[in-house]
């Protein structure tokens, strides 16, 4: 899967490339033969309100044939961010494969 990952206030070091490449490549067995089209990581670091400090953002955005997933989580800590991210992309690539296979079984019968 080809993924653009862009930075915004946010120093992207290798190592969190690598965690958000490794994590993405995993949604690649929910997929199953579905290719993705685009795939879109943003992180950003953000100033809370004085009582929550920096708060960091991540959005992905996949690009599925006919539908695009898109998908925001804030969190203190950016590893937690990515992860809720990964979690409920899972979420929705399988709504989206069962929102496929209702109307294929619709045009059956």
Same mark, same amino acid.
């Given at each position: %899967?080809?993924?653009?990952?862009?930075?915004?206030?946010? !120093?992207?070091?290798? *190592?969190?490339?690598?965690?958000? *490449?490794? !994590? %993405?490549? %995993?949604?690649? /067995?929910?997929?199953?033969?579905? *290719?993705?089209?685009?795939?879109?990581?943003?992180?950003? $670091?953000? !100033?809370?309100? *004085?009582?929550?400090?920096?708060?960091?953002?991540?959005?992905?955005?996949?690009?599925?044939? +006919?539908?695009?997933?898109?998908?925001? /989580?804030?969190?203190?800590?950016?590893? !937690?961010?990515?992860? &809720?991210?990964?979690?409920?992309?899972? $979420?929705?690539? /399988?709504?989206?494969?069962? &929102?496929?296979?209702? +109307? +294929?079984?619709? &045009?059956?019968?």
């Amino acid at each position: %899967m080809n993924i653009n990952i862009k930075g915004t206030k946010i !120093k992207l070091t290798p *190592q969190l490339k690598e965690h958000i *490449q490794t !994590k %993405m490549d %995993m949604l690649e /067995k929910y997929l199953g033969k579905i *290719q993705a089209i685009h795939c879109d990581v943003e992180l950003s $670091r953000e !100033k809370g309100n *004085q009582n929550s400090g920096e708060i960091y953002r991540a959005e992905v955005n996949l690009e599925l044939p +006919k539908e695009l997933l898109r998908v925001e /989580k804030t969190e203190a800590d950016i590893i !937690k961010a990515i992860e &809720k991210v990964k979690d409920h992309l899972v $979420r929705s690539i /399988k709504k989206y494969k069962e &929102k496929r296979v209702d +109307k +294929k079984r619709q &045009k059956v019968v």
